[in-house]
């Protein structure tokens, strides 16, 4: 199976659209795009990654976007710093974003009185929508979806099915968050009472901003007292923890399964790798790096990239791990120089 | 933003009803709690934790909560030797809980014919109660609650949109599930036929005891035969997995992205953190602690601390990777003595 | 509590519907499975795992499954050489599978016109079918099932509370989804424009094959450009991220927490253990096993076993660790030694 597309156009035109330089006939047509390895006749693909080179002599692609320096004699190309990016300029002009629902309330769901919902915006089956509520024009809430009380969520969102926002959290534009996702559960938080642990309520919020993109399942918390935070054009991907008081700056990637403990900030432009896990209370510095499975005890100065667990630079952290296979050899050495002093 | 509250209490009143030594002019009008960087006037704040020691000076909160020993020269202060515990009293002062519901069955909740629902219970919209289920006093299903055949659940349980629980569970009083939550999944059991993966029946259920609170999106495995047990007053936190048959002692603390094995037993006060996982068929003793991202494969005694993956002694593992820092160093100490040997 | 079945057997029918070789008095009725350990008369219980062979001797179950060479005096016996298969074989005779929910839409379900139901099908409360979508038969969607625009799904599947598969995923059949999985949400790319993380469309889908079982609160995502794939036979634990195009084989074992990222292949029979991550773009050979907890950034061959992050060979990986173990004794022997050469 393939996704079709009812669209066309020549590669002259995709050019143009995208800003990338054309070698080769223009007047190709495409009518669809692929990955490398499985891309047909009137398809166009691209390669961004080393290891997908290998392809460009075989694939049955009409047409690939390639960066300057890629060679390829034997189709045209689209040519772009940024093949990536450019590829996904392409899908889009294919496969144009579409609504999907009408703008209205289905009669199923089960919306307060007293909420604000945009005309344009569409309230699927069995949602559910608490009082004070507020939803911004041209949102979606796709089926089952549970909004607490005086939330708002701004203009342009999707709400995938089954996601939840408790109450009072604050959703900005543009904003997806797939399905399962919940905004605004308690924080975990308890003091020792001696005989139990005391439940400490959690009366903050969730704040998100525009243009942030959080995957399936993912759990954010809401602040103990204050807001947990995630900054504009953030994303986000699946099974993600996000504790109280969080805070998250602009434009960063929390991959897959990171957890980020109460109370730590995180900069701007800040990559978390998959499985990385942060300590409470920590500062991480503007573009710094958290490589996968990192276990992060100590704040991470801006620009930094460490890996391991508990996490080191990056570059010590791999020294030490190149010494680490060779310990069995070192253990002998030792053993030799020990007997080399004793036979003296 | 701020929550805010329409309470006020005098420090006077304050320190009275939280047990704390009053020290200042107990005539100071508190009408709101807040995070000590962010107080203003007439809120109280606390400090529990170091770091925010160097906030003493300069936050404008109108009194502080304090540990005995804490210096503070500028303000009325609330003394206790648990600063924390007092200040979670004070909040519940200030945001005294509310029931989230009338109590009654939502028209759009769908419940079966032979169920028992105390008549104080609050059935959210879109809740869906099976036959034979009991659901006990002052219990609250917020929304699109799951709840399966002849599960019981006792009085005062608040249950969040998204819960599921599945059939023959039985969930104890003051229990408290966040959104997502799901109880009683088959366990993952499979024995190998010698061309499939034969599926083991999960015929067991899951047991939960008072005062258990579960965090968004953790799931608890039934038992393949007998139960999962989670003890009276554990606090489980986000993305928790618990597999079949675990039991979990009284009081314990298991943070997010922590996952136990199958049969697993752990004691009472046991305390487990963020992303460890233990293998199957261990026993964790009382008060035991595991580190964050540990990966446990053999039991613990009572009151020990472990760490790292393999899990070893947290003194021991802290001064191998003290030693591991050192590694290239030590690589080139044994290349000089080499060296000096061959000289000779 | 234990769970009653009203149905019994002699150990003699027993032995004969599961294969097994009766050892004693074939006459004693059978009315229950239990584990050994709480096993009581008219019970069978088994022994597949060393550590509860202890309970041989005192166990008061009426019968036992055992493996031909465990020593068992005083009661009869079932003998095969894969115990814990047998037992499974006689669960299903005391617990036979029923259907959850009688054939036929619930009324408060939200079922778009253009969908096929097989009339054999059960579609429970508060489920949602989205247009384009195909049920097979008996297959049961068991309370607030959401399925997308054009998903099909096979024969004999059992789709738990909360389940979702997003527009174009294909499922096959007799495949178990547990509460909260969902299939088919957007992969996680993005392409860096300079200013802002543009989103690739992820406009694939996902295809699970026959006789997969999913565990709670698991995602799959759907693939980039083609599909993500999960092969027939293969079982999937609790909480795992799959991601884009990932392509998994048959027969696999997939455990609680762990993730894999995209475009990873993997063969079949491949074990990966709980928390255990692989980055993307992997191939990771047929019965090759990755340790829990394991990171893996590299390929792993055929039949191969590794294991600790960044993961090595299993045997090399247990060896450094064992010398790691050794590091102070190490670093003061080299002290030793350099302390000799000093005296020299």
Redesign the interface.
Known sequence: ???SSNRKFTLQELAEKTGAVLEGDGAVEING???IE?AGRGEISFVA?K?YLKYIDTTEASALVLAPETACERRPVLRHE?P??T???I??LF?P?QLLLPAGI?K?A?VADDVEIAPTAAI???C?ISRGARIGHNSQL???V?IGENVTLGDNCRL???V?I?D?CKIGRNV?L???V?IG??G?G????GT??????Q???VEIED?V?I???T?V?RG????TRIGR?T?I???V?I?H?VEIGQ?C?I???A?I?GSTKVGHGVIIA??A?L?G?LEIGDKAVIG??A?V?KSVPPGKAVLG??A?DIM?EK???T??????E??K??KA??D??AE?
């Open positions: 199976m393939k996704i795009v692929a990955p499985q990654n290891s940024n990536y990016l590829f996904a300029r899908i889009d496969h974003e289905d199923t089960v699927g089956p069995l559910h796709v089926s089952s549970f995938y099915p089954g939840k408790m009072e997806i797939h399905p399962g919940v559960s308690d975990f308890f003091a020792w009472s139990e642990h005391k439940k400490i309520q009366i903050g919020w243009d993109e995957g399936a399942n759990t918390d103990a007292l204050g807001p054009g994303k991907d699946n099974l923890q504790a008081n434009n990637i991959v897959s399964q957890g403990s998959g499985q896990g300590i209370h996968a499975q276990g005890a667990s508990p080191r010590e020294r030490i791990t010494i680490q296979k060779r310990l069995p070192l253990l050495r030792l120089v020990e080399k002093l003296d």
